[in-house]
């Protein structure tokens, strides 16, 4: 089973700020497989990043994904205010499998 | 439109049975593998289980392995998750998921809105 771990667990940041979101696995995973979600108090998980580096439909170009093998990361290039919320990574495999988030959080 | 509505949760004893439900209407149910995701309160997701677009294979976590079911009913565009032998650390809100491919890329692009269980006496 491959671990995902994300850092920070809490990251505290002002709107128009730049956040980054680490995801590290505890093995290689194909990029095909990584995925960001956003999820919001109260409501379902959202598809933010497919294929480590790919938005999905509607989703804002502040939004980006990259990395490959055992690091990779989301970042938001300006913050808004309807951004504040839980990130999760997630690889697909054979065994799906969710990093423990990241809650951003408004300074 | 297309969504995934959740029903089924509720209150029930440790040891207990639930079947939970998930209609998907607006899009062909049967073209798509379907996943359950947990999230127990005030906690992350976990993946539970995934069915194939035929019903043919299933396959489980660890954790809910030899208790829990995954079926469904193309013919009424439905999923469903049959919980057995409920423990107290079951108690979650259970997320159906639709898992479709872009450009070969597996996501999970579609969630219902959660239904909740919550096992205690």
């Known amino acids: 089973e491959t671990v995902l771990t994300q850092s920070p667990g809490t990251l505290s940041l002002s709107p128009g700020d730049r956040a980054t979101v680490s995801c590290r696995a505890s093995?290689?995973?194909?990029?095909?497989?990584l995925a960001w979600y956003q999820q919001k108090p109260g409501q379902a998980p959202r598809l933010l990043i497919y294929?480590?580096?790919n938005r999905a439909a509607g989703i804002p170009d502040r939004f980006s994904g990259s990395g490959s093998g055992t690091d990779f990361t989301l970042t938001i290039s300006r913050l808004e205010s309807e951004d504040f919320a839980v990130y999760y990574c997630q690889q697909y495999g054979s065994s799906p499998f969710f990093g423990q988030g990241t809650k951003l959080e408004i300074k | 439109e297309e969504q995934l509505v959740e029903s089924g949760g509720g209150l029930v004893q440790p040891g207990g049975s639930l079947r939970l439900s998930c209609a998907a209407p607006g899009f062909t149910f049967s073209r798509h593998w379907m996943h359950w995701v947990r999230q127990a309160p005030g906690k992350g997701l976990v993946w539970v289980s995934r069915?194939?677009?035929?019903?043919?294979?299933?396959v489980y976590a660890d954790a809910v392995k030899g208790r829990f079911t995954t079926s469904r009913n193309n013919a009424k565009n439905t999923l469903y998750l049959q919980m057995n032998s409920l423990r107290a650390e079951d108690t979650a809100v259970y997320y159906c998921?639709?898992?479709?491919?872009?450009?070969?890329?597996?996501?999970?692009?579609?969630w219902g809105q959660g239904t909740l269980v919550t096992v205690s006496s």
């Open positions: 998921t639709r898992d479709s491919r872009y450009g070969g890329d597996p996501t999970f692009d579609l």
């Open positions: 069915i194939t677009g035929d019903g043919s294979e299933t």
């Open positions: 093995q290689s995973v194909s990029s095909s497989d």
């Open positions: 294929g480590a580096s």
